[in-house]
Nanobody
Framework: VQLQASGGGLVQAGGSLRLSCAAS????????IGWFRQAPGKEREGVSC????????YYVDSVKGRFTMSRDNAKNTVYLQMSGLKPEDTAVYYC????????????WGQGTQVTVSS
């Protein structure tokens, strides 16, 4: 069972990135998938989540209107499209599989670094 996050990088403020979270060993559509991030010196925070039941998405207020989650069940991959990036979005981003959005994740992926320069 493995989650593989990718797509991070260095981007200027206002730019865009798309993060991917690919699963192996299990089907992503059996789980809600959350994205979390942790900036240096800060606690990890939940950024967004897509439910397993109807694909409903949830976002923390700071990213609403800028980040969009989607799911491609055929590819067993979940995406986080990030636009209008701000320096405060700089963090290591992790994806995780949860039974329901808001529950303690069952599986974690490794992080991918997102750095937004001003």
């Amino acid at each position: 069972v493995q989650l593989q996050a990718s797509g991070g990088g260095l981007v200027q403020a206002g730019g865009s990135l798309r993060l991917s979270c690919a699963a192996s060993g299990f089907s992503l559509d059996d789980y809600a998938i959350g994205w979390f991030r942790q900036a240096p010196g800060k606690e990890r925070e939940g950024v967004s989540c897509i439910s397993r039941s109807d694909g409903s998405t949830y976002y923390v207020d700071s990213v609403k209107g800028r980040f969009t989650m989607s799911r491609d069940n055929a590819k067993n991959t979940v995406y986080l499209q990030m636009s209008g990036l701000k320096p405060e979005d700089t963090a290591v981003y992790y994806c995780a599989a949860e039974l329901m959005c808001g529950m303690k994740p069952r599986y974690w992926g490794q992080g991918t670094q997102v750095t937004v320069s001003s």
